[in-house]
């Protein structure tokens, strides 16, 4: 019969493993821990959002009435109101029902922007819906060789309809002679209304804004802001 144990060195080498183990292993469980909260948590907050959004349609007369006015809705009216069909909890499972709403904000006419703010376990939830990033596409020139007629056209669009343009602008630069190794700045639009939309298309003739370019080489920039602050830019070179 054979009693041999473990030497010192053999338990020490064990324990040695299982610490890499470990240190390799928690790493990547706390990650993964973390990540399902975060999307537990964003996941409530769209519910509240969408049940905001059907509260409002359903109850036009509470909707806020001019541009720019808000309202808040509690958690609390659209779970007696049976929008919310549970009681919120987060991924602590902290109760998210008092202190929490949403401010609905009317942008222009029938648009409106919902915020939402949650609470829970006394602190304010951190994970809340995030506001798009505007876009620049289908920007490009065209007739470049019909000075007269040289256009150059973009569209600008944000993918969260909760959100609009606020404002943009384009800049357009020139080599005014042939020699000319730098463009100069020649027109400046300055700020322009996005009239409160979610895209918007754009079509400029150069010639409208700058009657004395003799030569097609040509550069645009155009600069977007949107209703929350975030903004775009984005350069062409005709040539």
């Known amino acids: 019969m054979n009693n041999k144990g473990f030497t010192l060195v053999e338990v020490l080498a064990t324990i040695a493993i299982l610490s890499i183990l470990m240190g390799i292993s928690i790493p990547v469980v706390t990650k993964y821990i973390d990540k399902a909260k975060t999307e ?19 109850n036009k007369d509470l909707a806020p009435k001019e541009d720019g006015s808000s309202i808040d809705v509690s958690v ?11 009681e919120l909890v987060n991924s602590n499972k902290e109760s998210c029902m008092d202190s929490s709403y949403t401010r609905v904000t009317k942008v222009h ?21 995030k506001s798009s990033k505007p876009e620049i596409g ?11 007629n040289m256009k150059f056209s973009f569209s600008l669009f944000i993918d969260n309809n909760d959100d609009y343009i606020e404002e943009y602008s384009y800049i ?8 000319n ?25 150069v010639k409208d804004m700058v009657n004395f370019i003799t ?3 040509i550069k645009v920039t155009v600069n977007v802001k949107s209703n ?4 775009n830019t984005k350069t062409i070179t005709a040539k």
């Open 40 to 58: 537990s948590d964003e996941e409530m907050t769209e519910t509240v959002k969408k049940a905001t959004v059907s509260y409002i349609q359903a």
């Open 109 to 129: 006419e029938d648009k409106y922007k919902y915020d939402v703010y949650l609470y829970c376990g006394g602190k304010e939830l951190t994970n809340q819906v």
């Open 76 to 86: 609390n009216d659209l779970y007696k109101n049976k929008y919310i069909t549970e």
């Open 215 to 217: 030569n097609n080489n």
């Open 138 to 148: 289908n920007f490009k020139f065209s007739n470049l060789d019909d000075l007269d």
């Open 181 to 205: 190794e730098d463009y100069e700045e020649v027109y400046d639009s300055g700020p322009l209304s996005g009239n409160h939309v979610s895209n918007l298309s754009k079509t400029v003739r």
């Open 228 to 231: 929350t602050g975030i903004t």
């Open 172 to 179: 357009i630069y020139a080599k005014l002679t042939e020699d």
